[in-house]
T-cell receptor
Framework: DQQVKQNSPSLSVQEGRISILNCDYT??????FLWYKKYPAEGPTFLIS?????DKNEDGRFTVFLNKSAKHLSLHIVPSQPGDSAVYFC???????????FGKGTLLTVNP | ETGVTQSPTHLIKTRGQQVTLRCSSQ?????VSWYQQALGQGPQFIFQ???????GRGNFPPRFSGLQFPNYSSELNVNALELDDSALYLC?????????????FGSGTRLTVV
């Protein structure tokens, strides 16, 4: 069973516009959520995270929103830049288990 | 500070063979995790080592085994390779277990089993 779901395999946006990447989870034990960005031939790079005690965390152009009741989080990138084009993974962990559970990823393409 | 380095970057093995993948964790990090990323999927947790002890394992058979050394570098060993073991293997290190700052990943080893 897939405990972290990214239902959009791909997303295409224009440079300067907002990119919104979505993620849903099913495991109520998850209490920490992370977003990773991955370029081809590189490992995932940590982008931003959020604890379940918060509903928003912001870092520059990147903001993550968490809706615990809906078990949903989203990553907003404003403004989007061509260099943001990559695969974005949502990941979560919680309880006594420190393993990261990843979604399948969303390929973001930002067009100039 | 150096990041996480993995070797080799690419590898081709024959079904039934054994393989060892290596990982040097980021300086100061004592926790290493291994993940398998199949094509089109997100990384799947294999196991984690904390101060040389395995302290968590995902849904992988015993032919996947590992080691962590006193300098916190790590190895992933896979015996009796199967075609489905073809994947990108990622190593990640962190300062402690469940670091809230996220794990630092290496670039991975691309394993192809033929």
């Amino acid at each position: 069973d897939q405990q972290v779901k990214q239902n959009s395999p791909s997303l295409s946006v224009q440079e300067g516009r907002i990119s919104i990447l979505n993620c849903d989870y099913t495991n109520s034990m998850f209490d920490y959520f992370l977003w990773y960005k991955k370029y081809p031939a590189e490992g995932p790079t940590f982008l931003i995270s959020i604890s379940s005690i918060k509903d928003k965390n912001e870092d520059g152009r990147f903001t993550v929103f968490l809706n615990k009741s809906a078990k949903h989080l989203s990553l907003h990138i404003v403004p989007s830049q061509p260099g943001d084009s990559a695969v974005y993974f949502c990941a979560a962990f919680g309880g006594s288990n420190y393993k990261l559970t990843f979604g399948k990823g969303t390929l973001l393409t930002v067009n100039p | 500070e150096t990041g996480v380095t993995q070797s080799p970057t690419h590898l081709i093995k024959t079904r039934g063979q054994q393989v060892t993948l290596r990982c040097s964790s980021q300086s100061g990090h004592n926790t290493v995790s291994w993940y398998q990323q199949a094509l089109g999927q997100g990384p799947q947790f294999i196991f984690q080592y904390y101060r040389e002890e395995e302290n968590g394992r995902g849904n992988f058979p015993p032919r996947f085994s590992g080691l962590q050394f006193p300098n916190y570098s790590s190895e992933l060993n896979v015996n009796a390779l199967e075609l489905d073991d073809s994947a990108l293997y990622l190593c990640a290190s962190s300062l402690e277990q469940g670091s809230n700052y996220g794990y630092t990943f290496g670039s991975g080893t691309r394993l192809t089993v033929v």
